[in-house]
């Protein structure tokens, strides 16, 4: 059979959220939380669980935990 020719795929299914708080909407609306390393707002609210990383921190994160092997 071929493939459908408009970019979708009969096999295609989308991901399943995971549950992990990067796969959740963000709190809509202020207060919104600070940052727990430098202290900058974030874009999630303050009801939002765990810790919460501006985009800036949250990179620096990342990067750290994929050199750190």
Same mark, same amino acid.
């Given at each position: 059979m071929p493939a459908?020719?408009?970019g979708t795929h009969e096999?295609?299914?989308p991901?399943?959220?995971t549950g992990h708080p990067a796969d959740t909407a963000p !709190?809509?609306?202020p207060p919104f939380a600070d940052c727990v390393l430098c202290g900058a707002p974030t874009e999630c609210g303050v009801a939002q669980p765990? !810790?919460?990383l501006c985009p800036?921190?949250?990179w620096q994160e990342a990067q750290r935990g994929a050199c750190s092997g």
């Open positions: 459908p020719t408009d096999c295609y299914a991901p399943a959220p !709190a809509a609306g765990g !810790a919460v800036v921190c949250e």
